[in-house]
């Protein structure tokens, strides 16, 4: 893999998100129709899919874009050579005629090239890392931003974080991304191969759970960590070094 460090991470949280049952709109609202055809999509009853309210008064959040807007603005700007913004994202929108990748760039006024990638579902906090390793020059960084806020969710059996993860990686750095792939992770020559194992069933589950570790002190200079993914029907995983974790530049945001 080629050499990816992480030399800044934010992460935006919602701390209380409304999710109102999409029965309980009019059957031709527009956002009761994104969720029937959801509910068509996962197998199960329309009554058990609730849509995530906006923000009082927050057109971006309207939009569907404001947990992206404020982990890239707590993330801070990029370097002055071409940086590229990458946006990871699963699952409908709450306005489906908007784009989230472009109103961001367009709001925030991004002075380089953006990537939006779908479809990694679960996986995206993880085999994300394989495109990036070939797509991120050797001599530059990118900006990843990856996001698990969805507009509809099932939540008797979905739990999603409701959060953005923002990454600025650079050919050098405090957290160094050794290894990723599908399925179970290698356990290596040693029993415990790993100082600290992050795990959850989202894309933004384990990098919250190292961003705490970081925060608290818990993961020393030199220890590794795997931060591994385990959806419903795949599983994933990326495997980082801390090299200098007390050269990292954190911020946390919550909405």
């Known amino acids: 893999m080629t050499n990816l460090y992480v030399d800044a991470l934010a992460i935006t949280v919602r701390s209380l998100p409304r999710l109102k049952p999409a029965t309980a709109m009019h059957r031709t609202h527009q956002q009761r129709q994104v969720a029937h055809l959801v509910a068509m999509r996962h197998g199960v009853p329309e009554a058990r899919i609730k849509v995530r309210q906006p923000a009082d008064?927050?057109?971006?959040?309207?939009?569907?874009?404001l947990i992206t807007q404020r982990a890239l603005a707590a993330?801070?700007?990029?370097?002055?050579?071409?940086?590229?913004?990458?946006?990871?994202?699963?699952?409908?929108?709450?306005?489906?005629?908007?784009?989230?990748?472009?109103?961001?760039?367009?709001?925030?006024?991004?002075?380089g090239d953006e990537v939006g990638i779908s479809h990694l579902e679960e996986q995206g906090g993880t085999l994300v890392f394989d495109m990036l390793a070939w797509a991120v020059p050797t001599d530059a960084g990118a900006t990843v931003i990856i996001v698990d806020d969805p507009a509809y969710v099932d939540d008797t059996i979905e739990k999603p974080a409701f959060a953005a993860v923002a990454l600025r990686l650079a050919?050098?750095?405090?957290?160094?991304?050794?290894?990723?792939?599908?399925?179970?992770?290698?356990?290596?020559?040693?029993?415990e191969p790993y100082a600290h194992v992050f795990s959850g069933t989202g894309p933004c589950d384990a990098w919250l759970e190292l961003y705490a570790a970081l925060e608290s002190g818990a993961v020393e200079r030199g220890e590794s960590a795997l931060l591994q993914t385990v959806g419903r029907e795949r599983q994933g995983w990326v495997h980082v070094e801390a090299v200098r974790p007390d050269l990292l530049h954190m911020t946390d945001v919550r909405i």
């Open 57 to 65: 008064d927050d057109p971006a959040d309207a939009g569907d874009f």
């Open 171 to 191: 050919p050098t750095g405090a957290l160094r991304i050794l290894a990723c792939d599908e399925g179970r992770p290698p356990l290596g020559p040693k029993p």
């Open 75 to 111: 993330l801070g700007p990029p370097p002055e050579q071409p940086h590229t913004l990458y946006l990871v994202r699963s699952g409908p929108l709450l306005d489906p005629m908007v784009a989230p990748l472009t109103a961001t760039v367009h709001t925030m006024g991004w002075p």
